[in-house]
């Protein structure tokens, strides 16, 4: 075995924590170093305690993949420690495994009722014992994979419905004003907007799957010139319906702007649609909202602003701006739905074309929100 020097102050052994992180809690010191330097040649990171209330304070800095709990201990013993790292929702899934002498079996199955994994009785057969951390570091560690792929499902779910809702209101709203007779004129718009709509989900359901391929495969967007009067054209086309349902209109200034950036074509799309359609929704019937594109002087990077003449933002609303399922202050001035993701997924994704994104806002003064993205 390797040296070892325990030290429950500085806390853990100098490994690599490569195979997890056990926090071994006992007040014999000598079994503390026999853990330790067991633990250790097997490449787990080891933390110390030598009292109950010092292992929750250490895990309150910390949290480990496992804890190996002596039983009895003055002051707080094990079974109180248990108790209330079960009773705390942030560690509660912490696998607990308790060290125990042959005369304490009584306790030992009480312990397991209480919501520890597994015991271990004293003096330890070195094999067994990593036989049972390694079983449940590899058990916590598959849980918290899970719960990461449950997270990031339900994340997608949400963006899709998040996405899908812009065409399919306006395909409600084409459809509606069909039903009554309308000017040829009017009649022909609308049902380009209907074709507009349609393309519109077909795309993004299209996009979604080739995403997924690629993103199983490289993990990446696919970043390449995309030219910028193709992303803003389809812009203002999808949200058209929506403009005229209240009597909006949707201005396009980008004289200032270069040909093509450098970005993900569906991806850009969807950041800007998130934008115009936020704008649109919580501005007053009969306002404007501007789509702008320019290079500044002198920058590498193209700003394209969205502005509105709505109720712009607080402060408080301002600071969790894009925070996932964050609803604001401020409401659709129509009954329109919100979701609170559409501004995280658009943070999300202009971090990953190696953009950024931000907003310029004053209660009562409208809002302007920006993109910045390399030019191609």
């Not at 569906?266 to 929704?281: E, M, T």
């Not at 007053?284 to 394209?304: F, H, I, M, N, Y």
């Amino acid at each position: 075995m390797s040296p070892l020097n325990v030290s429950t102050h500085q806390g853990f052994v100098g490994t690599s924590g490569r195979d997890g992180v056990v926090l071994v809690v006992d007040d014999v010191d000598r079994n503390l170093k026999s853990i330790g330097s067991i633990l250790a040649d097997e490449r787990y990171e080891v933390l110390f305690a030598t009292s109950g209330r010092e292992a929750l304070d250490q895990i309150a800095i910390r949290v480990p993949d496992l804890v190996l709990l002596d039983l009895m201990m003055p002051g707080m013993d094990g079974l109180e420690v248990c108790q209330r790292l079960k009773i705390n929702p942030l560690t509660m899934d912490i696998p607990v495994i308790f060290l125990t002498a042959a005369h304490e079996m009584e306790l030992a199955v009480k312990a397991l009722e209480q919501g520890a994994v597994d015991f271990v009785t004293k003096p330890f057969h070195a094999p067994e014992l990593l036989a049972r951390v390694r079983t449940q570091v590899e058990l916590k560690h598959t849980r918290d994979e899970l719960h990461k792929i449950i997270a990031e499902k339900n994340e997608l779910m949400g963006a899709v419905a998040h996405d899908l809702k812009n065409p399919l209101g306006a395909l409600r709203f084409s459809a509606l004003m069909l039903r009554d007779p309308v000017p040829p004129s009017v009649h022909r718009e609308l049902v380009e907007g209907l074709v507009e709509s349609c393309d519109a989900m077909l795309a993004f359901i299209q996009e979604r799957l080739e995403r997924s391929a690629r993103e199983s495969q490289a993990g990446a967007l696919k970043i390449g010139p995309v030219a910028l009067d193709n992303v803003l054209a389809r812009i203002v086309q999808q949200n058209i319906p929506a403009a005229h349902a209240k009597q909006s209109s949707i201005e396009l200034d980008a004289d200032g702007a270069p040909p093509a950036v450098l970005a993900d074509y569906y991806a850009l799309c969807q950041v800007l649609d998130n934008l115009v359609s936020n704008a649109l929704k919580f501005s007053p019937p009969g306002s404007r909202v501007t789509l702008s594109a320019e290079r500044p002087a002198g920058e590498a990077d193209v700003v394209l602003s969205v502005s509105d003449e709505g109720p712009g933002l607080t402060d408080e609303d301002r600071s969790h701006l894009f925070e996932p399922y964050r609803r604001l202050s401020a409401k659709p001035t129509a009954g329109e739905s919100s979701t609170g993701l559409g501004l995280s997924i658009a943070r999300r994704l202009m971090e990953r074309m190696g953009g950024s994104i931000g907003c310029e806002a004053a209660p009562g003064r409208g809002a302007r929100f920006w993109v910045r993205i390399k030019a191609a």
